[in-house]
């Protein structure tokens, strides 16, 4: 068993602590769509893209600190792993989803905002990556 852990939850009230603040569910990128910063092209094998979410045109203030994800692959065959991390910071050596049998698949993340809110996804192979917001955390 392997378990990776992307956050916790901090008491009420203390300095660190961050509210959740809902979204309507939101299409913040689909890779399948016409080229630009939220669309097309499909991603590569070992590509990494940038997505500055608050760019998106989901409503979500400079001010998020994480956003609550729900990440989906539709890959062209076999997928080793997706990670999604904050821009601006190293990669993680964890998966936030995989895709062994190239099956679409979908899984929900935590992900930290980067640099200007952005963050960052790398793919092992070729896949088409959709990217929904379901909120987002702020102090």
């Given at each position: 068993m392997i378990v990776d852990i992307n956050g916790y939850f901090a008491p009420p009230g203390g300095t660190e602590?961050?509210?959740?603040?809902?979204?309507?569910?939101?299409r913040v990128a689909d890779t399948r769509g016409a080229a630009g910063l939220f669309g097309g092209p499909s991603m590569t094998s070992s590509a990494t893209r940038t997505f500055p979410i608050p760019q998106s045109a989901c409503d979500v203030p400079a001010t998020a600190l994480a956003y609550s994800l729900n990440i989906t692959v539709v890959p062209q065959g076999p997928l080793d792993y997706?990670?999604?991390?904050?821009?601006?910071?190293?990669?993680?050596?964890?998966?936030?989803l995989n895709s062994y049998t190239g099956s679409v698949t979908a899984n929900a993340a935590i992900v930290s905002a980067g640099v200007s809110g952005a963050a960052n996804i790398?793919?092992?192979n070729a896949t088409d990556v959709i990217i929904d917001i379901n909120g987002y955390f702020a102090r």
């Open positions: 602590a961050l509210s959740l603040y809902p979204l309507t569910p939101c997706l990670t999604a991390w904050p821009a601006g910071e190293a990669l993680p050596l964890v998966s936030t790398l793919v092992s």
